[in-house]
């Protein structure tokens, strides 16, 4: 179902959604399922915060498991990115999470376009819970408004994988702390979507629970260049 023309206004205006249930159950049990192979065939990459605890992680999951396709190509994905993309929706990337009860990661402050260079920067990510997430098992923290500017990171980088980009400086972190944030309660099978220039972030989890999720970035036709061949073009209002 396509959002509703309150919803889009309020994206628009916050740069991020709560979308409630795009999955049903059954899905997010499968879905848990194939992280946990994924993660027992140790497909997965560690990355560790500055106090190392950890977070398994695999970007791009759909190349190394194609059935997560059945997720990216879901209807309630594609209506809610096609809302906001203007009905031109190209997948970008899907990625997968599994920060661990009690010593899972942060993630800090950043905006998605560092990375992506959209120009211009219309790509939306729909993060799916895969847990029951919320603050105390280190719910995604969202600055509203913030994706009207970019804020150019001026810290030297190189990640788990040898990848090579700049970060937040101490400097930015505490100027963005003192930013007003909102987190969500987002239930397993439940979504929060989000555009490609709002500032968010993750504390620790230091819960008994675990905090698994799945995340699909889409595209607004165009804004990258992509080869539709492996990034295929998935709702495209010329064929309406």
């Known amino acids: 179902m396509k959002l509703t023309t309150e919803q889009v206004a309020a994206y628009r205006r916050d740069g991020v959604l709560p979308?409630?249930?795009?999955?049903?159950?059954?899905?997010?049990?499968?879905?848990?399922?194939?992280?946990?192979?994924?993660?027992?065939e140790?497909?997965?990459?560690?990355?560790?915060?500055?106090?190392?605890?950890?977070m398994y992680r695999l970007l791009n999951t759909s190349s190394k498991d194609p059935w997560f396709d059945c997720i990216i190509r879901h209807p309630a994905v594609l209506d809610a990115a096609e809302s906001v993309l203007d009905g031109n929706v190209q997948f970008f990337q899907d990625n997968v999470f599994y920060k661990p009860a009690r010593d899972g990661s942060e993630t800090a402050w950043h905006q998605d376009?560092?990375?992506w260079h959209a120009d211009p920067p219309n790509m939306a990510t729909i993060w799916i819970a895969l847990d029951d997430v919320d603050p105390s098992n280190g719910g995604v923290r969202y600055v509203p408004g913030?994706?009207?500017?970019?804020?150019?990171?001026?810290?030297?980088?190189?990640?788990?994988?040898?990848?090579?980009?700049?970060?937040?400086?101490?400097?930015?972190?505490?100027?963005i702390d003192q930013m007003k944030?909102?987190?969500?309660?987002?239930?397993?099978?439940?979504?929060?979507?989000?555009?490609?220039?709002?500032?968010?972030?993750a504390p620790a989890n230091t819960s008994d629970r675990p905090r698994r999720g799945y995340t699909v970035h889409l595209a607004q036709t165009g804004c990258v260049k992509l080869d539709p061949a492996t990034h295929p073009i998935l709702r495209s209002s010329s064929l309406h």
């Open 19 to 40: 979308l409630g249930r795009v999955l049903e159950p059954a899905l997010v049990e499968q879905a848990r399922q194939h992280l946990e192979t994924l993660r027992q």
């Open 42 to 54: 140790n497909l997965m990459d560690m990355p560790v915060d500055r106090r190392d605890r950890k």
């Open 113 to 115: 376009n560092i990375w």
């Open 146 to 175: 913030s994706h009207a500017t970019l804020i150019e990171p001026e810290q030297p980088h190189k990640d788990v994988s040898g990848y090579e980009y700049k970060i937040m400086s101490e400097r930015q972190l505490a100027e």
């Open 181 to 201: 944030f909102v987190t969500f309660n987002v239930p397993a099978g439940h979504a929060v979507m989000h555009h490609c220039l709002t500032l968010h972030g």
